[in-house]
């Protein structure tokens, strides 16, 4: 994964992660944004690494919408405390 110039990937950098998670990719699908309320797919999210794991943030009003911090064990913590919802594929 490359940054961009502006130092971010964009939200695709999150479908591993949430393949873990949730078991499923879902990068596609809109999520709402608990800060701002701007209702977008999550690949658009501004999606910042660092050694510590992964921080993705609103597009439009760049507040967090989720977090992974991976340990050097491989333990994982995910959180989405920005994301107010997430659409989700039909079973």
Known sequence: ???TPAGHLDGNALAGVLADAL???LTAR???CRHCGTVDV???ALVYVSAMGLVARC???TEVLA???IA???RRWFGMPGVAA???PAP
């Open 1 to 3: 994964m490359c940054p």
């Open 23 to 25: 078991g499923a990719d």
């Open 30 to 32: 809109e999520a709402r």
């Open 42 to 44: 999550l690949a658009r």
């Open 59 to 61: 597009a439009t009003c």
């Open 67 to 69: 977090t992974t911090v």
């Open 72 to 74: 050097d064990d491989g």
């Open 86 to 88: 997430l659409e989700m």
